[in-house]
């Protein structure tokens, strides 16, 4: 985003909440940045610098405010190549990839140069990774002192510093406060319990309950569950050699645009990992203005209607190839007695989630004739364990920060793995906004189209964003037949 002064000082002065998290605003008398929607007395516009990212703040010399709390800004998507690489490696970093490599590798897993990321990363947020990845460890660590009661060095931990002794200097030199003074500043009652709870914000509008509605249908039994306008599953997470599991819940808050999250405390290690998986899931990216823009009429009366994301690409694609063919419904069935076949037990404190989706390895292992005897014909069996071969040995990655052109020409090469299919995992697993599957049943239904060919010169209209275009045609035929 080209940050225009003046068009950013009327943003703040109204706190128009379709530019929170687009841009940040330092103020040079307090040295403090805040989001645009902050509640605190406007500052003269002599004093205001405004930056592209919290980081970028950070690296001028500002403090965050303790009012609007930065670290509960939304994202910012984009599909711009040189912008969505940008985003691919912030989405990484999030996941807290450097705590445990260097930049050249993050670049090397994104297929580009290290200079090139360097380069494009700076362009993106005027930072480099590293000190934006500072940031962000800081910021995470800022919200676990403030909103949870984990002891300071399971804090530190989480948030991806090897040291307390330098996660203090750094807090004190950035911050100029100490973890002691956070907590003092933290809700009265606190107490370290068995769940975490967060806040995600995001642009309105959002659907919640179409949203809610598309995951429900598609839940696998035993591991995603829908209950009272909520969403539960359980997590397993792989970091650093060591396997983290447990469960989250997520639902809306009623008075203010984000979502509250609630993690096992089991999950603490992998808090940055759980974040940003469940924006992914739930598309807390999205700026509904610039898709409604692009779709026009087919976006105008649902205009919250979001991109539903994985939380595991490798768990969405296994469960895309189930879905082959055949209806949502069985395709659930099928999913269901999957992870309760090969999945890993896991004691929670909620019925209906019993066991994780079976591991990449467990996968890889087996063989096509075992996922014959629970009902999974033997070219689909064949393209599972394929597929999982692919990504446990040759190294497909499937999350957002993967090559999507090569990425769909990998899955594309894979046994009994069609266009259909990934689409749909560019779609979902990459977050590709102009993923779209054209031979979808139910996308030439909406479009009144029997050619394929047909349909999808007609999409070209809604590049970038014909994913989401995907979202509303199917919604339609929902809405058609309740």
């Given at each position: 985003?080209l940050l225009d002064?003046k068009?950013?000082?009327?943003?703040?002065?109204?706190?128009?909440p379709r530019?929170d998290?687009?841009f940040?605003?330092?103020v040079?008398s307090?040295r403090?940045?805040?989001?645009p929607?902050?509640?605190?007395?406007?500052?003269?516009?002599?004093?205001?610098?405004?930056?592209?990212?919290?980081a970028?703040?950070?690296?001028?010399?500002?403090?965050?405010c303790l009012?609007c709390?930065?670290?509960l800004?939304?994202g910012n998507?984009?599909?711009?190549?040189?912008?969505?690489?940008a985003?691919?490696?912030a989405g990484m970093?999030?996941?807290?990839?450097?705590?445990e490599?260097?930049?050249d590798?993050?670049?090397?897993?994104?297929?580009?140069?290290?200079?090139?990321?360097?380069r494009?990363?700076?362009?993106?947020?005027?930072?480099?990774?590293?000190?934006?990845?500072q940031?962000?460890?800081?910021?995470?660590?800022k919200r676990?002192l403030?909103?949870?009661?984990l002891?300071v060095?399971?804090?530190a931990?989480?948030?991806?510093?090897?040291?307390?002794?330098?996660?203090?200097?750094?807090?004190?030199?950035?911050y100029?406060l100490?973890?002691?003074?956070?907590r003092?500043?933290?809700?009265a009652?606190?107490?370290l319990s068995?769940?975490l709870?967060?806040?995600?914000a995001?642009?309105?509008p959002?659907e919640w309950?179409?949203l809610l509605?598309?995951?429900?249908?598609?839940?696998?039994s035993?591991?995603?569950?829908?209950?009272?306008g909520s969403y539960?599953?359980?997590?397993c997470v792989?970091?650093?050699g060591n396997v983290h599991m447990?469960?989250i819940m997520?639902?809306?808050?009623?008075?203010?645009?984000?979502?509250?999250?609630?993690?096992?405390?089991?999950?603490?290690g992998?808090?940055p990992?759980?974040?940003?998986?469940?924006k992914?899931?739930?598309?807390?990216s999205c700026?509904?203005?610039?898709?409604v823009l692009?779709l026009?009429a087919l976006?105008?009366?649902?205009?919250?209607?979001?991109?539903p994301?994985a939380f595991d690409?490798?768990?969405l694609?296994?469960r895309?190839?189930?879905?082959?063919?055949?209806?949502?419904?069985a395709?659930?069935?099928?999913?269901?007695?999957f992870?309760?076949?090969?999945?890993k037990?896991?004691?929670?404190?909620?019925p209906?989630?019993?066991q994780?989706?079976p591991?990449?390895?467990?996968v890889?292992?087996l063989?096509?004739?075992?996922?014959?005897?629970?009902?999974v014909?033997?070219a689909?069996?064949?393209?599972?364990?394929?597929?999982?071969r692919a990504?446990?040995v040759?190294?497909?990655?499937l999350?957002?920060?993967?090559d999507?052109?090569?990425?769909l020409e990998?899955l594309r090469?894979?046994p009994?793995?069609?266009?259909?299919?990934?689409?749909?995992?560019?779609?979902r697993a990459?977050?590709?906004p102009?993923?779209?599957?054209?031979t979808?049943y139910?996308v030439?239904?909406?479009?009144r189209?029997k050619d394929?060919?047909k349909?999808?010169?007609?999409?070209?209209?809604?590049?970038?964003?014909r994913?989401?275009?995907?979202?509303?045609?199917?919604?339609?035929l929902e809405t058609e037949?309740?």
């Amino acid at each position: 985003m080209l940050l225009d002064a003046k068009n950013c000082y009327h943003a703040l002065r109204t706190h128009d909440p379709r530019f929170d998290g687009r841009f940040f605003v330092g103020v040079a008398s307090t040295r403090i940045y805040c989001r645009p929607v902050c509640t605190a007395k406007t500052p003269q516009e002599k004093n205001c610098r405004f930056f592209p990212s919290a980081a970028a703040a950070e690296s001028a010399g500002f403090r965050p405010c303790l009012r609007c709390r930065p670290e509960l800004a939304p994202g910012n998507a984009s599909i711009d190549a040189s912008a969505r690489l940008a985003q691919a490696a912030a989405g990484m970093i999030e996941d807290g990839i450097l705590n445990e490599s260097r930049v050249d590798s993050l670049a090397a897993r994104l297929g580009v140069s290290d200079r090139h990321l360097r380069r494009v990363f700076q362009a993106e947020f005027g930072v480099s990774p590293v000190a934006f990845a500072q940031t962000q460890r800081l910021l995470l660590a800022k919200r676990l002192l403030t909103d949870t009661a984990l002891p300071v060095t399971q804090v530190a931990m989480a948030s991806g510093f090897g040291s307390l002794r330098r996660f203090n200097a750094l807090l004190r030199a950035r911050y100029r406060l100490s973890p002691s003074d956070l907590r003092r500043r933290a809700s009265a009652g606190t107490r370290l319990s068995d769940v975490l709870t967060f806040q995600l914000a995001y642009r309105p509008p959002l659907e919640w309950e179409a949203l809610l509605s598309f995951l429900d249908r598609r839940a696998i039994s035993g591991v995603e569950h829908i209950e009272d306008g909520s969403y539960l599953r359980t997590v397993c997470v792989q970091q650093a050699g060591n396997v983290h599991m447990g469960w989250i819940m997520v639902r809306p808050l009623r008075r203010k645009p984000a979502l509250e999250l609630r993690i096992s405390a089991s999950l603490a290690g992998v808090v940055p990992a759980v974040l940003a998986r469940v924006k992914r899931v739930f598309d807390l990216s999205c700026n509904p203005g610039d898709i409604v823009l692009a779709l026009g009429a087919l976006a105008a009366d649902r205009p919250g209607l979001r991109l539903p994301g994985a939380f595991d690409g490798f768990e969405l694609a296994v469960r895309a190839v189930l879905g082959q063919q055949i209806t949502v419904k069985a395709a659930r069935t099928l999913a269901g007695r999957f992870a309760a076949t090969f999945g890993k037990p896991i004691p929670t404190p909620i019925p209906s989630l019993s066991q994780t989706f079976p591991s990449v390895e467990k996968v890889a292992a087996l063989s096509p004739s075992s996922l014959g005897e629970i009902g999974v014909i033997a070219a689909r069996a064949r393209a599972i364990v394929s597929l999982a071969r692919a990504v446990s040995v040759d190294g497909l990655v499937l999350d957002p920060g993967a090559d999507v052109g090569a990425t769909l020409e990998r899955l594309r090469a894979l046994p009994g793995v069609g266009e259909w299919t990934a689409q749909y995992i560019g779609m979902r697993a990459l977050s590709w906004p102009d993923a779209f599957p054209h031979t979808d049943y139910g996308v030439l239904k909406a479009m009144r189209e029997k050619d394929a060919r047909k349909a999808l010169a007609r999409a070209a209209a809604w590049q970038p964003w014909r994913a989401y275009a995907v979202m509303h045609l199917w919604r339609s035929l929902e809405t058609e037949n309740p």
